[in-house]
């Protein structure tokens, strides 16, 4: 009886491993790409680094000899300083952007996720003193001011936010305010026009 039980564990060994699968992210824009997979946070840096690609290994459980490989789903959050992931109806992309979607993976294989830019955007590096505590900007009407973020920038720190971008067609003008803690307003980054895909204006104040 024992030798019969010794035997069923060696078949379970030969016919059953653990495996994993593999998903790898290319970015293609200029700027940072931002994710989490399985509650790891990730930051992968733009066509300016010589490494441009991550990739995460997911273990996908045990998987039989005798059955077929079983795709297992993983939670993903996505989004870049230029970049978000859109719908597409037929292949062609639709501007309805999202930043969270579940991945299928299989055991062995490679998810390959290509992220090309979608947006233009603006960047706040503060080197200054002093916190920021607005950076908002307006487009067509002065009057309607549009706020960025929802806590101060304190100093050394940093913000970004995604911008539309201008296209042949469809051309955009930014102004932008910046608010000090010690109730200085800054706008001289005004009227800064046609931003395009890919394009992120770099604020940095000294």
């Not at 273990?59 to 059955?67: I, M, V």
């Not at 916190?131 to 720190?157: C, K, R, T």
Request: proline share 2%.
């Amino acid at each position: 009886m024992k030798k019969i039980f010794i035997l069923f564990l060696l078949m379970l060994m030969l016919v059953s491993c653990s495996t994993e699968g593999d998903i790898k992210i290319f970015n293609r824009t200029t700027h940072n790409l931002y994710f989490t997979i399985k509650g790891n946070d990730y930051i992968l840096e733009g066509a300016e680094s010589s490494d441009t690609h991550k990739t995460i290994s997911v273990d996908t459980g045990n998987q039989f000899l005798f059955f077929g490989n079983d795709l297992v789903e993983v939670d993903m959050h996505l989004e870049g300083e230029t970049f978000m992931m859109q719908d597409a109806i037929n292949g062609i992309p639709i501007e309805e952007y999202f930043t969270e979607t579940t991945l299928q993976v299989e055991p062995k294989k490679t998810l390959s996720i290509y992220c090309s830019p979608t947006h233009a955007g603006v960047k706040l590096i503060n080197n200054f003193s002093v916190d920021v505590v607005d950076l908002a900007y307006y487009s067509d009407d002065p009057d309607i001011l549009i706020s960025l973020i929802d806590q101060p920038i304190v100093s050394g720190d940093s913000v970004w936010s995604r911008l539309r971008a201008s296209s042949a067609g469809d051309s955009i003008s930014y102004s932008f305010i910046i608010e000090f803690e010690n109730g200085f307003i800054d706008s001289s980054f005004a009227d800064v026009n046609d931003l395009t895909v890919d394009e992120q204006l770099r604020i940095e104040l000294e």
